[in-house]
C-alpha cells in the first residue's frame, strides 16, 4: 500500500516479554510513514495507524499488570503460539510487522512468513531490532535477524557494527537503518527536586547471583541512611513471579525483607519516564535507563563496584564519563557524561530525537510503493548454509527446516479451547514457579 494514501496502515507487533512489547509498540508508532503533503493539501484527514499486537506464548509472556505499566496501547492485543501467529498472517492484510523477539524468535518467524506468504508480492514490510544496548553475542543475534527488510540499530555505533558484520560474512547489509531507542522522551533535566531523589533502576538478571545482588542493596540503603534528606528509591522492573525479557531468580523485593531501611528508602514500580520526572541522580549496573536518564541530561552513574565487566554490561559505558562507585556518590561525587560518547549511542540529548526515525519511515514509505510488491524473504541463515543451527532454531517454535509446522504443533488446525488455555496457564505458572524457587534451592544443595 502506497504511503501517499489517507487509507489507515495496518501494523502487526509480534512481542515476547514486556519489555520488546514496549519497544515493538513504540517502535511501530514511530516508524510509520506519516500522511503526505498532498494528501494534507487536499484537506482529507489523517487517519493514525492501527495497531494489533500479538504475544508470543513462553515464559516471559506478560501479565496485565505489566502490560499496563508500559502503557502502550494497540487496538487489539491477543496472545499467540508461533504456529497461530503465522496463520493469522497468512489470512490477514498487514502493511508493517515489527518482530520484537529474542533472535531465535525473530529467525523461526521470518523462515515460517517466508513459507506463508510463498507467492505474494504483496506481504508487510517486515521490521526488527534490539530493545536496548547490545553488548553481548552481536554476530549470533544479528544473523538470527537477518532476512527482516529493516533491521533497526538503536545508534550511529550499532549501524556500524551491525553493517561489518553483515558485509564480513557475505550478508546484504542494505536492511540497517540507523534509529534511535524509541521510549526516549520526557522533559530535560532542569535542577534538584525537592526532596532531591535519588533512583536506582535494577535488572533481573544484572548482578546473577544473591551476593553480589545483596551488596548493591546494602549500599543503597547506607546511601539512605548517609542521605535522610534524600528521597532513595529502588525501580523495580517487575513483582515476584512475573517474568521480563530476563529471569529473576532473586528479586530484590525478597531480599529486602531481611533488612531494615530507613523510611526515605522505597521499592517503586511503574514507567520509568514517570520516575525519571523526580529523578535528580540515576544509578544502575547497565540499564538501558541509563541512555533514558542521560537523554534527559539528568546525572548518571554506571556503578564500578562489582568491577567494569562484559557479564555484567557496564563495558558499554566504557568512555562515557558516567563510571562511578557508592562511595564516590556518598561523597557527593557527579559525573559528567562525555558529549562524543553520548552522540554515538542514539541518546539524542542535542535536540535531534524528533528526525531520528525518518529514514526508517522513508525507507518503509518507498517499500510500501514498490512497483509489484515486495520479493520473497531472504534469511542468511538456509537448511544448507546451517544445516546443524537452523533446525534446532526452527523446531523450538515447533517449525520443520522449511518453516511449516510440525506434526503435533500447538494449536495448528484449531483456535485453543477454555480447557487447553487453563492448562497453558497453569503449565507457565509451574514453570515460573521451578524457575524461581526450585531451582536456586537445587543449585544452593550443589553448593554444598
Not at 547489509?173 to 527536586?193: D, I, K, R
Not at 526508517?360 to 514498490?370: D, M, N, T, Y
Request: proline letters at 8%.
Amino acid at each position: 500500500m502506497p504511503a501517499s494514501t489517507t487509507k489507515p496502515l495496518r501494523i502487526a507487533v509480534l512481542a515476547d516479554s514486556d519489555t520488546r512489547w514496549k519497544w515493538g509498540a513504540l517502535t511501530a508508532d514511530r516508524i510509520a510513514p506519516s500522511p503526505s503533503m498532498e494528501a494534507g493539501r487536499r484537506g482529507e484527514a489523517q487517519v493514525s495507524p492501527a495497531l494489533d499486537g500479538f504475544l508470543l506464548r513462553g515464559r516471559a509472556t506478560p501479565t496485565a499488570r505489566q502490560l499496563a505499566e508500559v502503557g502502550v496501547r494497540a487496538d487489539s492485543l491477543k496472545e499467540v503460539t508461533a504456529v497461530e501467529f503465522l496463520r493469522t498472517m497468512a489470512e490477514e492484510q498487514y502493511d508493517v510487522l515489527v518482530l520484537a523477539l529474542v533472535g531465535g524468535g525473530v529467525q523461526a518467524m521470518l523462515h515460517g512468513l517466508k513459507r506463508v506468504w510463498e507467492g505474494r508480492s504483496d506481504r508487510p514490510v517486515v521490521v526488527t531490532g534490539y530493545v536496548g544496548v547490545v553488548y553481548e553475542k552481536l554476530a549470533d543475534g544479528l544473523l538470527l535477524r537477518h532476512g527482516a527488510d529493516l533491521v533497526l540499530a538503536n545508534s550511529r555505533q550499532d549501524a556500524e557494527r551491525f553493517r561489518a558484520v553483515y558485509d564480513g560474512v557475505g550478508a546484504d547489509a542494505s536492511s540497517v537503518t540507523e534509529v534511535a531507542l524509541p521510549f526516549l522522551g520526557g522533559e530535560p533535566y532542569t535542577g534538584g527536586h525537592d526532596p532531591y531523589t535519588v533512583v536506582f533502576a535494577a535488572q533481573p538478571s544484572v548482578p546473577d547471583n544473591r551476593k553480589d545482588r545483596t551488596y548493591l542493596l546494602n549500599r543503597l540503603i547506607q546511601h539512605a541512611r548517609k542521605h535522610p534528606e534524600r528521597e532513595v528509591l529502588l525501580k523495580l522492573r517487575s513483582k515476584p513471579g512475573e517474568h521480563t525479557t530476563h529471569i529473576e531468580e532473586l528479586p530484590y523485593q525478597k531480599l529486602v525483607q531481611r533488612l531494615e531501611p530507613p523510611a526515605n528508602f522505597k521499592l517503586v514500580y511503574g514507567n520509568m519516564g514517570e520516575v525519571l520526572d523526580r529523578t535528580d541522580l540515576m544509578v544502575t549496573i547497565s540499564s538501558t535507563a541509563a541512555l533514558e536518564s542521560l537523554h534527559r541530561r539528568i546525572p548518571t552513574v554506571v556503578l564500578t563496584d562489582l568491577g567494569v565487566r562484559e557479564v555484567l554490561g557496564n563495558h558499554h559505558f566504557v568512555g562515557s564519563g558516567c563510571l562511578a562507585s557508592w562511595d564516590q556518590l556518598d561523597e557527593g561525587h557527579r559525573p559528567v557524561p562525555d558529549e562524543e560518547w553520548v552522540s554515538r549511542q542514539g541518546v539524542c540529548a542535542d535536540g535531534t530525537y524528533a528526525t531520528a526515525f525518518d529514514p526508517a519511515r522513508e525507507r518503509i514509505a518507498k517499500l510500501l510503493g514498490r512497483p509489484g510488491g515486495l520479493p520473497a524473504l531472504t534469511p542468511y541463515y538456509t537448511p544448507a548454509t546451517a544445516p546443524g543451527y537452523l533446525p534446532g532454531i526452527l523446531a523450538r517454535h515447533h517449525l520443520g527446516p522449511d518453516g511449516s509446522p510440525l506434526p503435533g504443533a500447538p494449536a495448528h488446525d484449531r483456535e485453543p479451547g477454555p480447557v487447553r488455555q487453563i492448562v497453558r496457564r497453569a503449565a507457565r505458572g509451574a514453570y515460573r514457579h521451578g524457575v524461581q524457587r526450585v531451582a536456586p534451592v537445587i543449585r544452593r544443595m550443589g553448593e554444598l
